[in-house]
């Protein structure tokens, strides 16, 4: 199986930046989806960005122009770079990685979460 560990988040004031990192690890053959997810206790998690093996994006529209993600496939790592945050972005954000393991398994592994909180 591939597990993925996140690390960054915190505590952050509005328009503040933080970065957020996700590694995986394991018997990995391909990554063909990497993406970040968030949520709001009590709400649905929804897709924040997301990153093909290629450089094609796609971001939500709440985060456009503020947000950026990015992938390092030789370290099978991906970095999502938050600017201008607002209260809104305050969630629990996960990290989701798709692919193929060396055995031909198809995976779909996710983080444990971590948390982001923006307040003053």
């Known amino acids: 199986q591939v597990q993925l560990v996140e690390s960054g988040g915190g505590l952050v004031q509005p328009g503040g930046s933080v970065r957020l990192s996700c590694a995986a690890s394991?018997?990995?053959?391909?990554?063909?989806?990497m993406a970040w997810y968030r949520r709001v206790p009590g709400e649905e998690r929804e897709l924040v960005a997301a990153i093909t093996r290629g450089t094609t994006t796609n971001y939500a529209d709440s985060v456009k122009d503020r947000f950026s993600i990015s992938r390092d496939n030789a370290k099978n790592t991906m970095n999502l770079q938050m600017n201008s945050l607002n209260p809104e972005d305050t969630a629990v954000y996960y990290c989701?990685?798709?692919?193929?393991?060396?055995?031909?398994?198809?995976?779909?592994?996710w983080g444990q979460g971590t948390q982001v909180t923006v307040s003053s």
């Open positions: 989701n990685f798709k692919g193929q393991l060396v055995s031909g398994q198809y995976y779909d592994s």
């Open positions: 394991g018997s990995i053959a391909s990554i063909t989806y």
